[in-house]
């Protein structure tokens, strides 16, 4: 079966990295995660990848911290999750680097669009770090952003629900699941897929997001065959 997409951008939450421990990084969680990734990378697809830091901190929960200092150490938490990831798609013999907003040359390259693009078009998994190197926005503008730079078919965003709904449907036995939404229908209901500036970004630059749940981290490569799972923002 061939595959649906040539080149996604998944956006991971880097709560999804901690696993049941919550917090920091449980690798057997990334083994999990990078094996289907693996999966992908040899049906020949491109892979980007922008993963949250609220496994090591969150920035809106920081108190009375300056902005740009809480979100600076978000970025940072972001990093270190690139870095676990990446090294653990290369000891599986996934050729993986990362690329950061932030120069930080004796950790990470330093993000270009020109020079992501050559490596993924070589075949390597590019992990996209610390964000848009800019305060005041989420790492989901990040990957909309960066989906937008490299020319992503498809933002695939996994979290820990099957889609998106009308309401939270961990709250609310009564929540409808949407199976399709335009980005102007998100933006009007506030149904908080990505923030209020990702979601207009990807609906200027017309790039879909996929939503799906990671419990069944096989629905990554359900998703890239074209399978139909999650909820389709278009």
Sequence with gaps: MKPAFNRILLKLSGEVLAGEQKTGIDFSMVET????????VENGVQVGIVIGG????RGRSSGNMDRNTADSMGMLATVINCLGVSDTLIQMGVKASVMSAVEMNKI???FTAREAKKR????????????TGSPFFS?????ALRAAEIEADVIFKATNVDGVY??????????????????????????HVMDAAAASLCRDRDINILVFNLNDPDNIVRAVMGEK???LVK
Excluded at 54 to 57: A, D, L, V
């Design 139 to 143: 790492t989901d503008t990040g990957a």
């Design 33 to 40: 995660v990078c094996k289907r990734i693996k999966t992908v």
């Design 166 to 191: 009308d309401k939270d449907p961990n709250k609310y036995d009564d929540a409808v699941k949407y199976d399709t939404l335009s980005h102007s229908e998100v933006l009007a209901k506030d149904l």
């Design 229 to 231: 799972i999650g909820t």
């Design 120 to 131: 993924l078009e070589a075949g390597e998994v590019v992990l996209f770090a610390a964000g």
């Design 108 to 110: 990470a390259d330093f």
């Design 54 to 57: 609220g496994n090591f901190w």
